[in-house]
Nanobody, 125 residues
Framework: VQLQASGGGLVQPGDSLRLSCAGSGGAFSSSVIGWFRQAPGMEREFVAA????????RYADSIEGRFTVSRDNAKNTVYLQMDSLKPEDTAVYYC???????????????????WGPGTLVTVSS
């Protein structure tokens, strides 16, 4: 599975942004996809995850209901809708995939096998 995150940019506090994770390889639609982020000088942390069907999701407590993860398997794409952005959301955002048929939306980095390059989100006034 190959992944590519996109959609990052510079926004102001309170703005919204939608990230996309495009996947290639036949296993993408049967894989749990997770979003992680890494701020400068910080550990990479879990943000959200979605199971292959889209029927199950998991979010980090720090997101506080502001982000929504969804997927369109026909387009081999997973989305992360981010609303009410805060300066502390500034980070490089990565998407990652678990091996196919491991259908648990884990929050652990070690559970994810495939990683793509990240996209930078900067929230600043």
């Amino acid at each position: 599975v190959q992944l590519q995150a996109s959609g990052g940019g510079l926004v102001q506090p309170g703005d919204s942004l939608r990230l996309s994770c495009a996947g290639s390889g036949g296993a993408f639609s049967s894989s749990v996809i997770g979003w992680f982020r890494q701020a400068p000088g910080m550990e990479r942390e879990f943000v959200a995850a979605i199971i292959w069907s889209g029927a199950g999701t998991r979010y980090a407590d720090s997101i506080e209901g502001r982000f929504t993860v969804s997927r369109d398997n026909a387009k081999n794409t997973v989305y992360l809708q981010m609303d009410s952005l805060k300066p502390e959301d500034t980070a490089v955002y990565y998407c990652a995939a678990r091996k196919p048929r491991l259908n648990v939306p884990s929050s652990s980095r070690d559970a994810y096998t495939y990683w793509g390059p990240g996209t930078l989100v900067t929230v600043s006034s």
